[in-house]
Nanobody, 120 residues
């Protein structure tokens, strides 16, 4: 019903930057909260950042001051600007969104993930 597709991952040296994007498509009427999560090798998934429908952002302590989440309402897209990257940021990054479908149903969608690798 709803597809979320991430892009922008890759290999970067420590101290570098990447910008992730996630586009929602399908039976999207509107989108409430949008999130970025990550799963590092051997670790459980963690919430990295979230942004509400009104644009209020929140961050995990580990990324505060380095990452910035934003969204484009017209494009149903959420971004994650990642600066001052560290090797510890290496993970698969996933986006998720709380979507309101045409017809009024609510749906929690997830993307397939994009790999971010930070070399030291």
């Amino acid at each position: 019903q709803v597809e979320l597709v991430e892009s922008g991952g890759g290999l970067v040296q420590a101290g570098g930057s990447l910008r992730l994007s996630c586009v929602a498509s399908g039976r999207v009427f509107s989108i409430n909260d949008m999130y970025w999560h990550r799963r590092a090798p051997g670790s459980s998934r963690e919430l990295v950042a979230g942004i509400t429908r009104l644009g209020s952002a929140s961050y995990a302590e580990a990324v505060k001051g380095r990452f910035a989440i934003s969204r484009d309402y017209a494009k149903n897209t959420v971004y994650l600007q990642m600066n001052s990257l560290k090797p510890d940021d290496t993970a698969v990054y996933y986006c998720s969104a709380r979507v309101v479908l045409h017809g009024g149903q609510q749906y929690d969608g997830w993307g397939q993930g994009t790999q971010v690798t930070v070399s030291s």
